[in-house]
T-cell receptor, first 117, second 111 residues
């Protein structure tokens, strides 16, 4: 059972426009969420995170929105640049947990973003 | 700082062979993790360690063993490789519950 779902395997946008990547989760114990970016033949790199006590976190061109009631988060990239073309993974974990459960990140399958010049 | 490094970068094994993947980090992180990534799948946690001398099972631990004899190193072992273990393996480390930093990956092909 997929606990973190990224239903769009791919997304294509024009340079300068907004990219919106979506993520849904089912586990109500998740209260800390992260986005990672991955280029081919490289490891994932951390992009931005959000705790469930917030509904928005912004870092430069990247903004993550969290809707707890809908168990949905989204990553907005404005403006999109060709260098943003990569696979984006949504990940989640409990902020607190017993037995080390809060150390474990659960990842979605990823969305391939292509930004066209 | 090199961050998180993984050895080897690529390996081909025959079914039944054994091998060890090495992960090293120079950030003095307590926590280390091994993930695998398969086509069309997200990263899945194999094993993790919350400190030197400790290990714990993740989501998909079967067929793998790990050891954390030194704080900076986390080894992933395959005792008898199977084609189902063909994958890309990523190691990560973190300071407590902070951001996990990933290595570049090891691509393993089991024939």
């Amino acid at each position: 059972d997929q606990q973190v779902k990224q239903n769009s395997p791919s997304l294509s946008v024009q340079e300068g426009r907004i990219s919106i990547l979506n993520c849904d989760y089912t586990n109500s114990m998740f209260d800390y969420f992260l986005w990672y970016k991955k280029y081919p033949a490289e490891g994932p790199t951390f992009l931005i995170s959000i705790s469930s006590i917030k509904d928005k976190n912004e870092d430069g061109r990247f903004t993550v929105f969290l809707n707890k009631s809908a168990k949905h988060l989204s990553l907005h990239i404005v403006p999109s640049q060709p260098g943003d073309s990569a696979v984006y993974f949504c990940a989640a974990r409990p902020e607190r947990g017993s037995g080390g459960s809060n150390y474990k990140l659960t990842f979605g399958k990823g969305t391939l973003l292509t930004v066209n010049p | 700082n090199a961050g998180v490094t993984q050895t080897p970068k690529f390996r081909v094994l025959k079914t039944g062979q054994s091998m060890t993947l090495l992960c090293a980090q120079d950030m003095n992180h307590e926590y280390m993790y091994w993930y695998r990534q398969d086509p069309g799948m997200g990263l899945r946690l194999i094993h993790y360690s919350v400190g030197e001398g400790t290990t714990a099972k993740g989501e998909v631990p079967d067929g793998y063993n790990v050891s954390r004899l030194k704080k900076q190193n986390f080894l992933l072992g395959l005792e008898s490789a199977a084609p189902s273990q063909t994958s890309v393996y990523f190691c990560a480390s973190s300071y407590s519950l902070g951001t996990q930093y990933f290595g570049p990956g090891t691509r393993l092909l089991v024939l």
